[in-house]
């Protein structure tokens, strides 16, 4: 098929992928009257006296604000937030197709930090959570960590952590395929972007405790400098034995090789350097770090990529809307580290022991209990971890 030629017909056809529709009849005068003026001042005067009463007179509780500032739109780049606008409305639609979440897409014409922190925070009131979108490292970690602290209701950077929850759930199911145990896999990783920065911590959380990452610029170690807070702080989290040198370095000896960077980067003669049963997370897009059947023929045990036309997509969809399903449910003011925990191990679960001997450690994004398991598992750690409005 041609995708590209399709979508441009599609997306004209459609002139949109949502739309707004109404929940209630105004019909006759009577209704209009309960549901506009005079009637609705009512609800209005009780959310003034009670700002917590937005969750139940108004539609707040079930709605999520999809926002970027367009400035690293679904790997083109930096094209701006008009050019992002339909991104962001395919996300809204998988929101309410896989989450039953109602989603707004919001494109903000500014790439300053404070402004955009801002504009976001400004709005937080309408929503119920606030899915952050696109937006480039290492703006997006200032961004969410400024949102965090002015905001009661949850900041979500998707490609930070929705990609790290499914790439856990993914490492899980093939330490249980290798007989490894996670906490004592050596992990190789190349890209310490938005993605690449969430899926080390997300790991260290979990209970990996040797990781070390490189990039363009090097094998991060806290014997170097970095400009940016956060490269600081990844580089005092990782690479405990103090490594230097290149890929190659890294990979040596490895358990584990996640890629969110380039193609063509992991090498099968690098491959053969890594042990036994080795698992390769090879996430570049469209063309992998590594091709799967080369990595396999190399020695790999378990091979994940980001494409649909191989096994083992690692896809945020996985995640994301049974992520804010679970937190909108016990309206949640935060997505912390134990709901992200909690969400990869549901998803890990999906996994049975029949896919695990085909090589499959990743469920469909198309399992119908995926965001059950998860929305419930996160709800769960949101109310055990505090963060929950709802108590029961």
């Keep these: 098929m041609d995708y590209k030629k399709i979508a441009m017909e599609k997306h004209a056809q459609w002139a949109g992928k949502i739309e707004v529709t109404s929940r209630c009849s105004v019909k006759t005068a009577e209704e209009l009257s309960v549901a506009y003026t005079p009637g609705v001042a009512e609800p209005c005067l009780a959310i003034k006296n009670d700002p917590e009463l937005s969750y139940t ?33 395919g996300k809204c639609v998988l929101f309410k197709e896989f989450g039953g979440v109602d989603a ?32 480039s490292a ?8 400024k949102l965090k602290a002015k905001c009661d209701i949850p900041i979500f950077h998707d490609d930070q952590h929705g990609t790290a929850v499914v790439v856990l759930s993914g490492i899980r199911n093939a330490c249980k395929l290798t007989g490894k145990k ?34 363009l610029n090097g094998v991060y170690s806290s014997d170097r400098h970095y400009n940016e807070p956060a490269y600081t702080e990844l580089a005092a989290i990782t690479n405990p034995n103090k490594k230097s040198g290149t890929l190659a370095d890294i990979v040596k000896g490895a358990d584990i090789f996640i890629g969110v960077s380039a193609p063509g980067l992991l090498t099968e003669e ?13 996430m570049a897009n469209p063309v992998p770090e590594i091709m799967p059947d080369v990595a396999l023929s190399a020695g790999a045990r378990v091979v994940a990529t980001g494409r649909s036309d191989f096994p083992n997509q690692i896809n945020n969809v996985l995640a994301f809307p049974g992520i804010f399903r ?14 992200k925990l909690a969400a990869s191990d549901a998803i890990a679960s999906l996994v049975t022991d029949e896919d695990l001997e085909k090589g499959i450690i990743i469920p469909s994004a198309f399992n ?3 965001v059950e398991r998860i929305s419930a598992a996160v709800a769960k750690a949101a109310r055990e971890s505090g963060v929950a409005r709802i108590k029961e």
């Design 270 to 282: 690098m491959v053969k350097t890594m042990n036994k049963d080795a698992v390769i997370f090879a």
């Design 326 to 339: 679970g937190a909108l449910d016990v309206r949640a003011s935060d997505i912390n580290k134990e709901m």
């Design 104 to 135: 707004i897409p919001l494109c903000v014409r500014t790439q300053n930090v404070d402004e955009f922190v801002n504009a976001v925070s400004l709005l937080a009131g309408s929503f119920g959570g606030i899915n952050l979108e696109d937006i």
């Design 57 to 89: 007179l108004t539609r707040r509780h079930n709605t999520v604000a999809v926002i970027t500032d367009g400035s690293a739109i679904l790997g083109l780049g930096n094209i701006g937030p008009e050019a992002g606008m339909p991104v962001m409305e």
């Design 182 to 215: 996670l906490s004592d896999c050596v992990v190789a990783m190349s890209g310490a972007g938005a993605a690449g920065t969430a899926i080390a911590k997300l790991l260290l959380d979990a209970g990996i405790k040797d990781i070390t990452l490189c990039d």
């Design 368 to 370: 119908p209990g995926v």
């Design 138 to 145: 290492p703006r997006c970690f200032e961004i969410e960590r």
